[in-house]
Structures are given as C-alpha cells and as structure tokens.
C-alpha cells in the first residue's frame, strides 16, 4: 500500500483539542502564578482573556480542580488555590513519599543517551545569573525529571507531575514575594543514575529534597508576607456594601411633625 512506502511522507501529529489546550495553558497560567493565588476566577473572564471556549474552560478547571490548584465556589467563580504555610507542608511530605519512585528502575540505554545528553545542557546553563538561562536550566531539570516519571509509569508518572508542578508554583510564589529560592539541581541524581548506583541515587534524592525544604523555610521566614491570599477577593468589582451603622438614623416623630 502506498501509506507504507519508506519513501512516503510521515503523518502529522494529530491536532490539540480545545479542551486539552484549554488545560494545558491555564496549569501554567496557575503554576506561574499569573492568577493570584486566593483569589477568584469566573470562566467568561478566563476564555475572554486567554482566548479560549467557555465550555473548554469549564473542563479544565475541573480537572484542575482535581489536581487541587483550584476550588469551585458556588455565585462566586473558581478559587485559586492558596499558597501557604499547609501547601508547602504537603508538598514537602509528598515528595518524601512518591519521589522513591523515581530510583527504582534501572535506566535502559533510551534513558541513558536522553538523560546523558540533558545532563551536559543542565551543566552549560545551572548557576548562571541573566533570567533566560535561569529560565532554561529550569526547563531541562524538568524534562529530565519528567522523563524519569514517565519511566516509573502509572499514577506515580501523573502524581509527580502534578507534585512538581505545584512546586514550581510554590518557588514562583516565593519569588513574587521577594526571595529567591535555588534552582532545583538534579544533577547529582542524574549521575547515580547513569552509573547505575541506586544507593547513590536515593542518597543524593534524599539531599535535594532536604536542600528544598530548607529553602522553603527559610523563604517563608524572610517574607513577611507571601501574597495577598488572606481575605479571598474576585477578579470581578463588587460596590461594597453599606453597613447597619453607615445608614442615616431614621426621623423622629417630632421631626416628621415639623416638616
């Protein structure tokens, strides 16, 4: 058959649904923190300033939703998750949990060349100071780290992606606030790996969650206050109400009497 001529062109990639982009693009609206975390978000606003469907939109906040960065409120829109003292707490003890995962495996020789290659990329880029490097480095570290749960496979594979994603929205969030956490550095867990010392890996694993707990830490005590999530407000302008007390008292009857 002609479809399966060497000499034949291959297919292209079947296109992106409304939905799936619509999801894609409001995680990383959420996990850069371009929705304030507290605050709320109504479907209309969001299709209207992101170009997406409002049935789309819907969709993906319900997912969303059941990654848990964000929360559906009855008349008042969906709530973005908060950025607090709790999510750093849960992020912390997940990725003592679930980040095991990632050693238990040994690397075939796929994952060694892929691995290899973005661990030389990281080198050339981790610790160097303009943004779009810092930017880099921290796309690499993420496809290595992403790879490494693709192979754990399963939901460990879609847990640690929402667990890592909510990490970036954590560092983010610090960031916004005025400090700067390190760049997550996988470089010595790659290395294990690539020798093939489990030991080894699960160690330098152990060290780099306990480098990102303290940066965490210490990111929370040098900000006074993250960001303004306390007291909930929507996106939307709401005309305060009057209070009891700002109303004007009602006449007396000698009042009535005099006009």
């Not at 003292?85 to 990632?102: C, K, T």
């Not at 997550?184 to 306990?210: M, N, S, V, W, Y």
């Not at 707990?213 to 929507?234: E, K």
Request: charged share 25%.
């Amino acid at each position: 058959m002609l479809d399966q001529s060497p000499f034949s062109l291959p297919k292209p990639p079947a296109a992106e649904s409304d939905i799936t982009f619509a999801s894609r693009r409001l995680r990383q609206v959420l996990v850069r923190c371009e929705l304030i975390p507290g605050t709320y978000a109504h479907e209309g606003d969001l299709a209207q300033r992101f170009g997406l469907g409002r049935a789309a939109v819907r969709v993906a906040l319900t997912e969303l939703a059941g990654a848990g960065f964000v929360a559906r409120h009855a008349r008042q829109g969906w709530r973005v998750a908060a950025v607090d003292g709790a999510l750093a707490s849960a992020i912390v003890e997940a990725r003592l949990r679930i980040e095991p995962a990632l050693v238990e495996k040994p690397l075939d020789e796929r994952s060694i060349a892929l691995l290899g290659s973005l661990r030389g990329a990281i080198d050339a880029v981790l610790g160097r100071d303009d943004p779009s490097a810092r930017t880099m480095a921290q796309q690499l570290c993420r496809q290595a780290l992403d790879l490494l749960a693709q192979r754990a496979g399963g939901f460990i594979e879609s847990w640690l992606r929402d667990l890592w994603d909510h990490t970036e929205r954590l560092i983010r969030s610090l960031e916004l606030a005025g400090t700067t956490p390190p760049a997550i550095d996988p470089r010595p867990l790659l290395d294990a790996l690539l020798r093939g010392d489990r030991e080894a890996a699960l160690l330098a694993l152990q060290e780099e969650q306990k480098r990102f707990t303290d940066a965490v830490a210490h990111g929370f005590l040098a900000t006074a206050r993250l960001l303004p999530q306390d007291h909930p407000v929507s996106v939307r302008s709401r005309l305060p109400r009057r209070s009891s007390n700002d109303r004007k008292p009602s006449p007396t009857l000698s009042e009535e009497k005099s006009r």
